[in-house]
């Protein structure tokens, strides 16, 4: 069992930054892939980015590559999204995710089997 907990979302500027927090509580957060996703007001989820196991190979959206990165500290069990130079299209809910039967970064969420709640960023222009 896995469980995640959100933080950092909120509002910033056009251009500004924030940094998303997931903390992971389970045994097995050490051995999952690892993943952010966001859903717009009216849209699907989609995929922003994921993280292998060990921290050394991720996967961006194309819409938030060079701008966004994923990391994580598996000693403190989180893994962070630092979101640069944010747009109005940035705004939704930011969910992290933990597929605990893929060690290599994965884009499908399909493979993800636990879901945080989500936390806000709106980006005003």
């Known amino acids: 069992q896995v469980q995640l907990v959100e933080s950092g979302g909120g509002l910033v500027q056009a251009g500004g930054s924030l940094r998303l927090s997931c903390a992971a509580s389970?045994?097995?957060?050490?051995?999952?892939?690892m993943g952010w996703f966001r859903q717009a007001p009216g849209k699907e989820r989609e995929f922003v980015a994921t993280?292998?196991?060990?921290?050394?190979?991720?996967l961006y959206a194309s819409s938030v590559k060079d701008r966004f990165t994923i990391s994580r500290d598996n000693v403190k069990n989180t893994v962070y999204l630092q979101m640069n130079s944010l747009k109005p299209e940035d705004t939704a809910v930011y969910y992290c995710?933990?597929?605990?039967?893929?060690?290599?970064?994965?884009?499908?969420?399909?493979?993800?089997?636990?879901w945080g709640i989500g936390t806000l960023v709106t980006v005003s222009s």
């Open positions: 389970g045994r097995t957060f050490t051995t999952c892939a």
């Open positions: 993280i292998s196991w060990t921290g050394n190979s991720n």
């Open positions: 995710a933990a597929a605990s039967g893929k060690r290599l970064p994965t884009t499908s969420p399909a493979d993800y089997d636990y």
